[in-house]
């Protein structure tokens, strides 16, 4: 059985970091639909929960696969998630680039950037729209989403310290 579960792993997370375009946001609906809806490895509450450590924790916030890879299979579960997700989009990343640079200034170049642009930015919306709905639960996490958007919309603050200060207010709202 945990063979199956680490090569079951494995096949959604190589998967899920091929469709990355964009950045780990754009993926985000695709690998909570594939965890919580078809697997049932967690509960939105536990995606919701990784993805917001992922946010707060130093590095890049796609790390939080770690997370879940160690929290469905240990360290060789964290081991097998982490190859999968990063190395496949390594490598394609790095032989595109080499091809890339080689087309600098030909006109099909700039169509293929102008073309991707408004699917990156799709996908990265779908994801922030995927963790809103899971995130935005009752009004006392509505009005913090509305204010931390505010917040950021108008003043350049570092986006940790508006999550941990909306976690610390809604855990003293739950508290009372």
């Known amino acids: 059985m945990h063979a199956t579960k680490l090569l079951n792993l494995l096949w959604v997370f190589a998967l899920l970091s091929l469709v990355a375009v964009g950045g780990g946001t754009a993926v985000l609906p695709e690998m909570r ?5 078809h697997f049932h490895w967690l509960s939105d509450k536990q995606f919701r929960d990784i993805y917001s450590l992922g946010q707060v924790a130093p590095g890049p916030n796609m790390v939080m696969v ?4 160690y929290r469905l299979a240990g360290a060789l579960g964290a081991l097998v998630v982490g190859l999968a997700f990063f190395l496949p989009d390594c490598f394609i990343t790095f032989f595109v680039n080499r091809i890339w640079e080689r087309f600098h200034g030909n ?7 102008r073309g991707m642009a408004p699917v990156a ?3 990265m919306l779908s ?7 899971i995130s935005i639960v009752d009004a006392t996490t509505g009005v913090i989403a509305v204010t931390v958007f505010t917040i950021l919309y108008f003043r350049h603050v570092n986006p940790a310290l508006l999550i941990l200060l909306g976690g610390a207010i809604t855990c003293f709202m739950r508290a009372h």
């Not at 639909?33 to 809806?37: A, D, K, N, Q, S």
């Not at 770690?66 to 890879?69: D, E, Y």
């Open 33 to 37: 639909r594939i965890l919580v809806g």
């Open 66 to 69: 770690l997370v879940i890879g």
């Open 107 to 113: 006109p099909w170049r700039t169509a293929i950037q």
């Open 121 to 123: 930015i799709g996908l």
């Open 127 to 133: 994801g922030t729209y995927t963790v809103a709905k």
